[in-house]
């Protein structure tokens, strides 16, 4: 129990300083500042000119949360409609069509729709969720695959409707492995969101753009730290404290 | 009152279920008893719809149940299965509660029932409502199980080998708390199972089933007694006498009078709550010819081994007390 609370503990405090240390590099322009010259020396321009962080960070989250947004919705319902009785038989079809949509890369998915949609954030949106369509379906799938067969059956058998059974049995016990798949997409859509520089979506990924043109090591760093941080920040807050407090809990 | 009527289900070639009339009678437990693959858990999972029948007509007190609501129809039979599927994300309360609660009850009333039936299968409220399902042992979570069935307090129970999970000594607990709590609630109760000392013990009446046939639909007397064929007698064996003595408590008995002074202290003696096996056991393990019965210390007559002969006669009832 003991070991237990302490992970717990530490879980909150990594949230805590993951948390602070995105806020501080958003919003202390001079504090960074000072981060980034002792770790890039001899730079004379350290803060990237073009845009403030604080917009930047607000680009890259807009970008991650509507493609993460519109993924889990569509991921959902395709996960959904493979399970149903009406779509069992094409379950496999579903699956290769997530699967294909995940081997195109995202750099060549905007460039192809970008006659389409024009430049700016919605191609990377578009892209993203063509990325992330596969890791939702496939955890909605096994979530509620998972759910032992003796349990479904007894939900059945004492008079719950197909969306009582899913509602308070499958998708809570489906949840866990669901949430690892909501996990593993925000972690790479925060990062592959940069890439939005590419297409003039803005976000993160213009600094890092501008330091890669002007090896200017700074500008990247001033990029990536934040998006790291970000990453690790949804990371923690979408594990549980530990595995080891919840078999304590159920002991 | 359950009554199927040339019910048949065929998957494909296969026929699992083939033309079987059936009549449940209200307040029995009437047992679906045969080897695997003989159909008994179809024709179970048929009566609350939870399988489509290719044919054939289940009447609930004479009402037809493919003209209900799946849903409905399900709430009023309660549902016991083998591997209990209580609901690992919900306590022990939810759990039992569930019925209750799909059939809109409030909440007070929700937890008062549930205290109550936790009660009634023999767990404390105080101890169990808040514990999970993992938490509990094989045997516990079976009772948490029948709790459960019995919640709404529904007039049928579909039973679907509930106790074959769970380990000898723990089986044998609740199977007599399941005739405890038969003889008390008089439920209309559809009970499957392949264990013919379990069957023999629980059943008012059993339909021995063979490839998706009825080889005979009578009490264990009965079937003892007058098997139809052969395959009714090889299956219940040379131990179904003493099975049947099992079911029946030396309270039935003629006890023949009492010497002058026989005392239940010195002479070899049994309680007038044992079963004639039992009494039976009594006699060859003392090497007596007979036994004191006593009730609460005070001798009632003498049980020999003739007068076990003589219960176990023609005469014999299908009820045990």
Known sequence: MRDARASVTIHWASITALFAAVVWMTFDVAGFERLLRLLVPGQDVVTYPTKALPLLMAEQLFLTASASGIALVIGSALGAVALSRVGLPFRDLIVSAGSLAQTVPTVAIMALIIPATGYGARPVIVALVLYSILPIMLNVIAGIDGVPPDVSDAAHGVGMSPAQRLIWVQLPLAMPVIMGGIKNMLIINVSAATLGAVVAAGGLGMPILAGFHRYNNAFILQGALPAMALALLFDRLLSSPNAGATAAAEA | MIEITGLTKRYGAFT?????????????????????????????????????????????????????????LRREMGYVIQSTGLFPNMTIRRNVGTVPRLMGWDRRRIDARVDEMLDLVGLDPDVYAAKWPSQLSGGEAQRVGVARALAADPPILLMDEPFGAVDPLAREHLQAEMRRLQAKLRKTILFVTHDIDEAVLLADRVALLRNGRIEQYDSPEMLWRHPANPFVRSFFGENLGLRIMARHRLSAVALAPLDEGAACRDAPHIDARATLKEALAELVGARANRLVVCENGIPLGTVDFDSLVAAMGDDLGSTDA
């Open chain 2, 16 to 72: 699992a279920v083939d033309d079987i009339d059936l009549s449940v009678p209200e307040g029995q437990l009437t047992v679906l008893l045969g080897p695997s693959g003989s159909g008994k858990t179809t024709v179970l999972r048929m009566v609350n719809r939870m399988i489509d029948p290719t044919s054939g007509s289940v009447h609930v007190n004479g009402v037809d149940i493919f003209e209900r609501r799946p849903e409905e």
